[in-house]
């Protein structure tokens, strides 16, 4: 043999190299070398794991290697997980050419994903790496079907709309993103849109070569212990099946790995900046500083194990670089003043966990247990709005007069009942409801007030509850609402028509809509909060005050419903049972939290409720030059006003009215 030894070993050794097969480039280094951030405050930048170093390990079981066939993530808002999905998809795009499937919830989402996310991103990559890989949008024709496909050798991705069932009927696939899994809802015909998204992938099931990725912020917890009952978020129910893999810091004092837990979080109301997190081990205060440094040198450590449990991810505010303790701390100071919808967004879009909602009522006789000392029929200290809700019967009209304060506390100034037939809106129960009214009522400094908004119910004696609201400029009849989703109040319509049967456009009665099922939840979640009666340094917001001069049948009424849940027919039936006959002290006061919404509780700046606090309250105190009415409330000489049998009636005050005062 003629040939060269060192001939031969180059032929040899080329040939070996392309024999042998190249091993697929792992997804955490892929990433920074290919995707440039299209959004945020580092657009145009490469991604970088110093950004976001708890996506690495999720990154890790997305690579084509990686044995898992699902990964779960239960995130909050602002942590960078979404763009962690839509790189996936390009990385298959390259390094294992598939068809894929990516579902959002909703038309408008996957537009926004498409237009605003995905495409861009595409785009940068394309330009930065010169591989004209993906091809143009196109969207796919069909009945039904709102399906927009990036093709490219070898497969395609399509993004689906999670919420229809064409959209989800579509070719075999062998990889998928479950975009915001929690909002995925039934679908018209009764099916399940997870059902049918895994049925996509059967084709490789026996093989279990598939690999699907699903995200999302939490809703709604059920309270079921292993997250299994009807109703219960979809993506904790998935991560509590997973190995639950939390992401552990050391305590740069102690050196103790723990989990960054609300509970933990010290917050400085006046300096939110100044917030820290205490240590679990030595009780050191983690500054925001210091967090930064231990986030990065952080790691995962699962809290389950067994040969069933997928990678499951909690990803939380507190780990986001794209956070901070202030910015944690003001959001919570925030949703707090928002009651129980300000929870739930606290709970699902920072801690990451689900919410579940206060249903169930307290027990009355707890609530018995903290009335407080203070006079009926005066505004305490602290009220700026004076709302009042009526629930009108047959026999009589209940009526209770509710004041809060900017931090959503409220006061039970009065609860009245006047009873009298109601079939006329000019005689009986009605006059005695506009003589009390309309009078005014002295607040903690000695100034008179009206109420600033009034509710009637106008579920029965529809007629005429609006004749009388229609006549009282501060009067709403209002028509409760049932459902999720229905807001505090919403647009009023017309009610009232001609004798040509039209519609007036003056002098016609308004039915204001009422949602009822969000205010009882905000109601029953606010009753559970402990106070200063309970031991605590102060009241919280949201906390519910009754005077001592409130008796028994009326904390019965207001705890009389609890919320149930039921599974009929393959559907989730959810609605406010009542356990008790009579609930009307719990619609007034629901009906008076409406007006309070109305008339601006939510809605008001800091700027607006200064102004409010300013005119309202004044900040000198009761000496022998003041006013007769201050020395009078400060001396406690204030009495209830009489309620004789046959009618109710109050004395005309409107000789003392100071409501324009500082003009």
Known sequence: MNAHPGALYAVTSTLAKACRPVPPVPFPKWLPENIILVDGPKKGEFWSPDDAPYLVEIAECLSQEHPCNWVSVRKSQQTGVSILALAWMLYIAETCPDNALYGVPGIDA????????????????????????????????????????????????????????????????????????????????????????????????????????????????????LGESPGHCRIDRSFRQSDQRFWHIKCPECGVEQVQLDANLIIDVAHPHKSTMRCVGCGHHISEMERVHCVRQGRYIPSMSGPDRHPGFHVDAFMSLMMSYEAIAEDKLETEKKGEAGAKDY??????????????????????ERRERYQQYVIPDGGLLFTAGADVQSYGIFVEGVCFAEDRQSWTVFAEFFEGATDNPQEGAWTLLEAFVSQEFADAYGVLRRLDALAVDSGYRTNQVREWCRRHPNAYAIKGQPGRGVPAISAPTRKAVNKRGKRKRFGSAMSWPVGTWSLKAELYGNLHKTGIAAGEVKDPPGYCHF?????????????????????????????????????????????????????????????????????????????????????????????????????????????????????
């Open 547 to 663: 005077g001592e001069w409130l008796g028994e049948e009326y904390f019965q009424q207001l705890t009389s419903e609890y919320f149930d849940q039921k599974l009929i027919k393959g559907k989730l039936q959810e609605e406010w049972k009542k356990r008790r006959e009579h609930n009307h002290w719990l619609d007034c006061r629901i009906y008076a939290m409406a007006m309070a919404e109305h008339v601006g509780l939510s809605k008001m700046s800091p700027a607006e409720w200064a102004a409010l606090r300013a005119k309202l309250q004044p900040v000198n105190d009761a000496d022998l030059f003041s006013p007769a009415s201050v020395q009078v409330v400060a001396a406690g000489a204030i009495t209830a006003p009489p309620t004789p049998a046959a009618e109710k009636t109050k004395p005309d005050r409107s000789a003392n009215r100071w409501r324009n005062r500082g003009q």
């Open 347 to 368: 709970h699902n879009l920072v801690l990451a966990l689900p919410y579940a909602m206060k249903g169930n009522s307290p027990d009355h006789q707890r609530l018995m």
């Open 110 to 225: 996957l537009q926004d994903i498409n237009s605003r996310k995905l495409q861009p991103l595409i785009d940068a990559w394309q330009k930065h790496t010169e591989k004209e890989i993906i091809f143009p949008t196109t969207s796919r024709s069909g009945v039904g079907s709102t399906t927009y496909e990036k093709k490219f050798p070898g497969g395609a991705i399509a993004l689906a709309n999670a919420n229809t069932v064409m959209d989800l009927s579509m070719n075999t696939c062998r990889y998928g993103v479950k975009d915001e899994v929690s909002k995925w809802q039934e679908l018209p015909n009764g099916a399940d849109p997870e059902n049918l998204f895994f049925g996509r992938f059967t084709a490789f099931r026996r093989q279990k070569s598939y690999k699907i990725f699903e995200l999302s912020t939490p809703e709604l917890d059920s309270g079921d212990a």
